[in-house]
């Protein structure tokens, strides 16, 4: 059975940090892509952030989160994390990590691109 697992959420202070880890079980992700996106109340899920293990680690970011958050990977490739830092109260939202099993014809910025999800965790960034 194959699972996203996401850790690190809470609640911080304007300008603050966390950092988000979602760990891989029941299969290897070690040659797709990796993502996170979030979810705000009463807004579409939006892409944040992914990694491509195909391509040798290379990443992409929303502009919004560019310069502020980091994303990156175990050696295992088991284990995705987002380094959030200054964040802001627009950040607040539930955090899911993603992951595909295939790049082929894919892009990394579209929900429908990924094939599996973790259950999600909550961030909230307090003015």
């Known amino acids: 059975q194959v699972q996203l697992v996401e850790s690190g959420g809470g609640l911080v202070q304007a300008g603050g940090s966390l950092r988000l880890s979602c760990a891989a079980s029941?299969?290897?992700?070690?040659?797709?892509?990796m993502g996170w996106f979030r979810q705000a109340p009463g807004k579409e899920r939006e892409f944040v952030a992914a990694v491509s293990w195909r391509t040798g680690g290379s990443t992409l970011y929303a502009d919004s989160v560019k310069g502020r958050f980091t994303i990156s990977g175990d050696n295992a490739k088991t284990t995705v994390y987002l380094q959030m830092s200054s964040l802001e109260p627009e950040d607040t939202a539930v955090y899911y990590c993603?992951?595909?099993?295939?790049?082929?014809?894919?892009?990394?910025?579209?929900?429908?691109?990924?094939?599996?999800w973790g259950q999600g965790t909550q961030v909230t960034v307090s003015s």
């Open positions: 029941g299969r290897t992700f070690s040659r797709y892509r």
């Open positions: 993603a992951a595909q099993t295939s790049t082929y014809g894919r892009g990394w910025m579209k929900d429908y691109e990924y094939d599996y």
